[in-house]
């Protein structure tokens, strides 16, 4: 089994003269622990040679950067559950998640999970690697969730979603025929004081940003797009809730619904920037059938 993840990149004109940790903690985002860890039990080589940190690069060398692989969180019970996998490298697994499967245990210590679903994967394959949620799905919500294989590839993929290097997108069901067809939410978000859950638009709250558009108008819902240009907690929700067109069974901001026994909300695309390879991909999460159902 290997003992390192293998990140390889080539320098690029803007970064020739740089120093090799000025490359990896300024232009690729290595965490300072990261780079410790590097230092203390993995390596550095260009062009094939063993590197210092302080070692000059030029146009066209070969960084190679050897990141001892940590093993999987030991209070996480695998579990055998069917995945549907979207992606997979070495460096990255993205999931298209089922519908009321927890990403991680909660409170109530859930023994079936999404994260216990791909430890079991990981040692069916004999994969060794950890379990790093860059995004993060309510329990109700189905779709695309990215897992990242080592720290490294989660604290870089993180930050350029932060920078905005990249797309979420998703698709509900919103009560009311939705007007206008599209346009953008702008309303901060942030917990409510009287509740450990419940989010709500306030002034005092942090900026969240939603983009929409209404494809269709069925006779008393609207099904809407939604692109996610912040990540605050149940954002989705709420921006939907605060415009008056609460998503279809959403119990929290809304009313449950007999058409479904959850809030109607799936992740559906995701456009980003490789951490390591540094190319862009997309990749696509098909509706479940209990959306499709009420979306005739």
């Known amino acids: ?118 430890r079991a994967y990981y040692e069916k394959k004999n994969i060794q690697a950890s379990f790093h949620a860059v995004s993060r799905l309510d329990r109700q919500t189905s779709g695309i969730v990215t897992i990242a294989k080592h720290r490294f590839a989660h604290q870089r993929l993180a930050a350029l979603f932060d920078r905005y290097a990249g797309l979420k997108k998703y698709v509900g069901v919103a009560d009311g025929r939705w007007f206008p067809s599209e346009g953008l939410i702008d309303a901060p978000i942030e917990r409510r004081p009287d509740s450990i859950v419940k989010q709500h638009v306030t002034a005092q709250g942090k900026r969240a940003k939603t983009g929409f ?47 479904i026994s959850r809030q109607a909300l799936h992740a559906h695309q995701l456009r980003f920037c490789h951490p390591v390879t540094e190319e862009w991909k997309t990749v696509q999460a098909d509706l479940p059938q209990d959306m499709r159902q009420i979306m005739p």
């Open 1 to 118: 089994m290997e003992k390192f993840h293998k990140l390889k990149w080539t320098i690029s004109a803007n970064e020739h003269g740089k120093k090799v940790k000025t490359v990896l903690r300024q232009c690729k985002g290595m965490s300072a622990g990261t780079w410790k860890t590097v230092n203390k039990d993995g390596c550095v080589t260009r062009n094939g040679v063993n590197s210092s940190g302080q070692d000059m690069v030029e146009d066209g060398d070969i960084l190679r950067i050897y990141l001892p692989k940590t093993s999987f969180p030991p209070a996480i019970e695998a579990v055998d559950l069917p995945l549907d996998i979207l992606f997979e490298d070495d460096h990255l697994l993205i999931i298209n998640k089922d519908p009321f499967l927890p990403t991680l245990p909660g409170r109530g210590r859930e023994i079936e999970t999404l994260a216990g679903a791909v």
């Open 213 to 259: 558009y209404v494809s269709r108008r069925l006779s008393n819902t609207s099904v809407v797009h939604y692109t996610l240009y912040s990540g605050r907690t149940h954002q989705i929700r709420v921006h939907s809730a605060y415009i008056g067109h609460p998503l279809v069974g959403d119990d929290l901001y809304g009313e449950s619904s007999s058409a």
